[in-house]
């Protein structure tokens, strides 16, 4: 084994001007939120699975597409309401001002010392990835729809990319 040099005058330094209290965090991220992490990634993967299998399992296309609707309608609600509260910090509402003009508020957690003892870096992977990685899927799934002329599953592929603007509003 090769042994480190006593001498050594090199010293660790944080990237991008990091605090030093992210050095003393264990290097395990754990997950606080454990139900909010599954169900954020569960309305997701069962829309998918129930897109991909839902030929082998029923002859009928109107009770695939309304079970795929109701499990993203489902997902909408839990990242608006409550995954993306809990796991990255994030806020949105409606306030209309005094000429009655609707505006959208938006806001996300500060990255503090404080928060970063409640934000943890594995849900915030979690949150990140889910949200990014599956409607992915969905394009590819309507490109594979298109190119195999399945003109319903089509339908379902573009609802689901559209279902934000629809939802929002209910």
């Known amino acids: 084994m090769l042994q480190q040099d006593s001498n050594d005058d090199t010293e660790d330094v944080a990237l991008f001007d990091a605090e030093e209290e992210t050095t003393n965090r264990p290097k395990k991220s754990k997950i606080r939120h454990p139900v909010a992490s599954f169900f954020h990634l569960f309305f997701r993967v069962s829309a998918i699975i129930v897109y991909l299998l839902c030929e082998l399992f029923s002859s009928s296309f109107i009770a695939c597409m309304v079970t795929i609707i109701l499990l ?6 839990a990242v608006k309401n409550v995954t993306g509260r809990l796991m990255v910090g994030l806020r949105w509402w409606n306030h209309i001002d005094e000429d009655g003009k609707s505006h959208w508020v938006f806001e996300s957690r500060k990255a503090s010392s404080q928060e970063s003892k409640t934000v943890s870096e594995a849900e915030s992977r979690i949150f990140w990835l889910g949200l990014i990685a599956c ?15 399945r003109v319903k599953w089509l339908i379902v592929v573009e609802i689901q990319q559209c279902r934000g603007p629809v939802f929002a509003f209910s």
Do not use: Y
């Open 72 to 77: 993203l309608s489902c997902d909408f609600w």
């Open 135 to 149: 409607p992915v899927l969905w394009v590819v799934f309507a490109f594979s729809a298109l190119f195999s002329f």
